[in-house]
């Protein structure tokens, strides 16, 4: 099997976030050993993969190699119960602000685990059964959502949804500017949207290569995130910390976009430079 190390490249040198065309390059390669530029935008501190894979090549990523090189480098132990144990967890968290929403929509949703435990805690609390839709690009974990009951679409398929999950999955994304864009669109006010992202600050204290991965071609400081949702039209209720992970989770009301502010963290950049 072709490895995505070898598939052509497009060089994207602008930040896809903010736009900005002035950027240094922090990184050639990631923790796998493949080849690839890795860019920091002095706009906004968002930190990319500026040689990107076509998207057919990540497909294939995802439905091949991908499983076995975060075996390899990633979480040890039962993923299923890991994902398990923090749909339970993120559940407690935001079921109680969301009885009675009927309609969601989990982007990235794997093999429904985690939607699977958010329905079950909203209705052990007396709400009616939602309908679920999950968008999974990998051919297997979708078929396991599918026969958990759960619609397996290619995109939002609803006028608007009552609660959206992107659990884990932003960083995977290598447009997240577009992918916000089209969460707004099926946002109605009263939408719950919940999204986690790496904490790329912590991940980088060991090393900078350590804390980069082709999987992983967007990477967020906090201050980034903050400021690219706000820009993006989404106001932060509350922030949400997971247990034993890395990831920092925002849950957001959508309420009409605004212009981006700059986010300098020389001090993150220097730690890059000079470790």
Not at 83 to 111: C, E, F, N, W
Not at 153 to 178: E, G, N, Q, S
Not at 185 to 203: G, K, M, N, R, W
Request: hydrophobic fraction near 40%.
């Amino acid at each position: 099997m072709e490895s995505i190390a070898d598939a052509p490249r497009t060089a994207i040198l602008k930040c896809p976030l903010c736009g900005n065309d002035m950027y240094a390059v922090v990184a050639h390669a990631d923790r796998y050993g493949f080849p690839g530029r890795w860019n920091y935008c002095l706009g906004c501190s968002f930190v990319w993969l500026a040689d990107l894979p076509a998207e057919d090549a990540y497909a294939k990523f995802y439905n091949g190699e991908y499983r076995e090189l975060t075996a390899r480098f990633g979480r040890k132990g039962d993923i299923e119960e890991n994902q398990r144990r923090y749909g339970r967890d993120l559940a407690k968290t935001i079921v109680p602000h969301s009885m009675g929403r009927a309609r969601i929509l989990d982007v990235g949703g794997g093999s429904g685990i985690v939607a699977s435990e958010v329905m079950k805690t909203a209705m052990s609390r007396g709400a009616s059964a939602p309908t679920v839709h999950i968008i999974e690009p990998n051919v297997e974990d979708a078929k396991r959502a599918a026969m958990l009951g759960f619609s397996v679409v290619p995109k939002p398929t609803l006028d608007t949804y009552d609660m959206i999950l992107v659990c884990r999955t932003i960083d995977h994304v290598t447009d997240p500017a577009a992918l916000l864009r089209s969460l707004a669109a099926v946002c109605h006010p009263q939408t719950i949207l919940y999204v986690d992202h790496v904490d790329f600050e912590s991940v980088i204290e060991k090393s900078l290569e350590g804390g980069l991965h082709v999987d992983h071609p967007s990477n967020f400081l906090v201050e980034t995130f903050l400021g690219f949702v706000a820009a993006r039209g989404f106001e932060v209720k509350y922030m949400y910390f997971p247990r034993e992970s890395s990831c920092i989770g925002y849950v957001l009301a959508y309420t009409g976009a605004r212009p981006l502010r700059p986010v300098r963290r020389t001090s993150v950049l220097r730690r890059i430079v000079h470790p």
